[in-house]
């Protein structure tokens, strides 16, 4: 079955401009998260859906950064006045449950780039 | 709060050699431990995971881990390298907290060469 996709796959943007990330998760799949990989670094966590709610945004940087998943399927991640420091590979994840153990699919990642 | 090193940042190995990623974690509680690989232009993949029980855990592609509370370690291991290993491998360990669902905390990679 199809997999967690993430669209676009690259984009480039100056700095100050806004920006949306899209996230289509597996079907079915009730859990979904946002993370944020910076060149030579493991994933950081950005924020947590638990159907439509976001259940968990700890992680996101500042207010700049919000996101949505308004019909508990697709997310968009939207950053504001994006900034060079935000350049980076934002990596979505779904999964199917909430429990400790469920295994989260990764998508293949949007690569920003802030010029 | 949960965090994970992985001491080494490069390892290069020779085809057919065995392999081990080191992995550290500090967790307040028996903590939810994964091993992921990451392929240039791939997404990240699960090779395996720790919950309970048995404290050796057998992967996918011929990789294991031994989970060793004392050490706080959760280290990773392949017999025989191929040379489609050459890629990142990311340990991160997972919150136990429903309400946080299964947040992942990853340590910073281990990046493996394999010579031929």
């Known amino acids: 079955g199809a997999g967690v996709s993430q669209t676009p796959s690259n984009k480039v943007t100056e700095k100050g401009k806004y920006v949306e990330l899209r996230c289509d998760p597996i079907s079915g799949h009730t859990a979904l998260y946002w993370y944020r990989q910076s060149l030579g670094q493991g994933p950081e966590f950005l924020i947590y859906?638990?159907?439509?709610?976001?259940?968990?945004d700890s992680g996101l940087p500042n207010d700049r950064f919000f996101a949505v998943r308004p019909e508990g399927s697709v997310s968009t991640l939207k950053i504001q006045r994006t900034e060079r420091g935000d350049s980076a590979v934002y990596l979505c994840?779904?999964?199917?449950?909430?429990?400790?153990?469920?295994?989260?699919?990764f998508g293949p990642g949007t690569r920003l780039t802030v010029t | 709060a949960q965090s994970v090193t992985q001491p080494d940042i490069h390892i290069t190995v020779s085809e057919g050699a065995s392999l081990e990623l080191r992995c550290n974690y500090s967790y307040g509680a028996t903590p939810y431990l994964f091993w992921y690989v990451q392929s240039p232009g791939q997404g990240l993949q699960l090779l395996l995971k720790?919950?309970?029980?048995?404290?050796l855990v057998q992967g996918i592609k011929g990789f294991e881990a031994e989970f060793k509370r004392s050490q706080s370690s959760f280290n990773l291991r392949k017999p025989s390298v191929h040379w489609s290993d050459a890629a990142e491998y990311f340990c991160?360990?997972?919150?136990?907290?429903?309400?946080?669902?299964?947040?992942?905390?990853f340590g910073g990679g281990t990046r493996v060469l394999v010579k031929p």
């Open positions: 720790y919950f309970s029980g048995d404290t």
């Open positions: 994840a779904s999964s199917r449950g909430t429990g400790g153990d469920g295994e989260q699919y």
């Open positions: 859906f638990q159907g439509t709610g976001a259940a968990d």
């Open positions: 991160a360990v997972g919150s136990m907290i429903k309400a946080a669902g299964n947040k992942l905390t």
